[in-house]
């Protein structure tokens, strides 16, 4: 069973920094892109950024410049640097990976974190 356990969420006053941390485990032959996700309350989930295999990287509009995202692959790990905090990033922040399990699989599968919550105060 593979699992992604987020951490580092939590309250910041606007402006300050957080990072998050994500980590899968489990039986895992090769992880292709890592992203994460955010939803708020009464809004659709939204993706935040993503970071390929090789380190290609892509940002929502509203994150870039303040938020980024980083991956180590020998720990099977992906993190978001979050910095210039707005109370409109308050949301629930979910780790999102694409993951082979055996060297036979055609397609990755996607994986997902159950979430962590981040609230900025203005």
């Known amino acids: 069973q593979v699992q992604l356990v987020e951490s580092g969420g939590g309250l910041v006053q606007a402006g300050g920094s957080l990072r998050l941390s994500c980590a899968a485990s489990?039986?895992?032959?090769?992880?292709?892109?890592m992203g994460w996700y955010r939803q708020a309350p009464g809004k659709q989930r939204e993706l935040v950024a993503f970071?390929?295999?090789?380190?290609?990287?892509n940002y929502a509009d509203s994150v870039k410049g303040r938020f980024t995202i980083s991956r180590n692959n020998a720990q099977n790990s992906v993190y978001l640097q979050m910095n210039s905090l707005k109370p409109e990033d308050t949301a629930v922040y979910y780790c999102?990976?694409?993951?082979?399990?055996?060297?036979?699989?055609?397609?990755?599968?996607?994986?997902w974190g159950k979430g962590t919550l981040v609230t900025v105060s203005s």
């Open positions: 999102n990976a694409g993951i082979l399990t055996t060297v036979i699989q055609r397609g990755a599968t996607d994986y």
């Open positions: 489990g039986i895992i032959f090769r992880i292709n892109g």
């Open positions: 970071i390929t295999s090789s380190g290609m990287s």
